[in-house]
């Protein structure tokens, strides 16, 4: 049986944060000795000292739960750097602006790859007056359809949710050089730059 947390995880976060076993102990409610019998795998912290744990540790859960910490060392941040993250049973859209451990549904989601355009998904860019007009020709049915369209620069985000059964086109300000993304449901995520 796969253990949801080992002691070897519960250990080096410890020393990383510069904790004995009894200043964990003492945060999250236990004995010295538990924090120990963890550590050296001869017993597992109750499942309800999970999130008792992963604060006193300074880490989220999912961090605790699957051993990979992720830190944040940029001094800047690059809005170009951001990850896309679609949930299989709701749908939910999360945009991140660089690695995060993200869940949703109960579920971990890996960030999307983006592959090139296709004729298939092909982004149209029509000027006119001060704005653009994109529009992607492709089917908007119940089953196939354009989930979302963003426009990402180095300094800016713009963000259109598309529904099946509507057109997917709208109307944007395009400032600068930067890439335009579409989700399609059945052929993930792709993009084309601008």
Request: proline share 3%.
């Amino acid at each position: 049986m796969n253990t949801y947390i080992t002691g070897t995880v519960i250990k080096k976060l410890r020393e990383a944060k510069g904790m004995t076993q009894l200043q964990l102990a003492e945060a999250t409610g236990v004995s010295d000795k538990a924090v120990s019998k963890w550590e050296t795998a001869k017993g597992l912290p109750d499942i309800t000292l999970i999130e008792p744990l992963a604060k006193a540790l300074g880490v989220s859960v999912m961090e605790l739960m699957s051993g990979d910490t992720v830190k944040n060392s940029n001094t800047s941040s690059n809005i170009l750097r951001s990850k896309f993250y679609v949930c299989p049973v709701c749908g939910n859209i999360i945009r991140t602006t660089g690695d995060a451990v993200i869940s949703c549904c109960g579920i971990a989601l890996p960030p999307l790859e983006a592959e090139e355009t296709d004729d298939e998904h092909r982004i149209n860019v029509e000027k006119v007056e001060d704005e653009h007009f994109i529009t992607i020709n492709h089917e908007m049915t119940k089953t196939h359809f354009i989930s979302f369209l963003a426009y990402l620069t180095s300094d800016r985000v713009q963000f259109v949710k598309f529904y099946p059964e509507s057109n997917a086109e709208t109307r944007l300000q395009l400032r600068g050089r930067g890439y335009l993304y579409i989700y399609c449901n059945k052929h993930g995520l792709m993009k084309q730059k601008v």
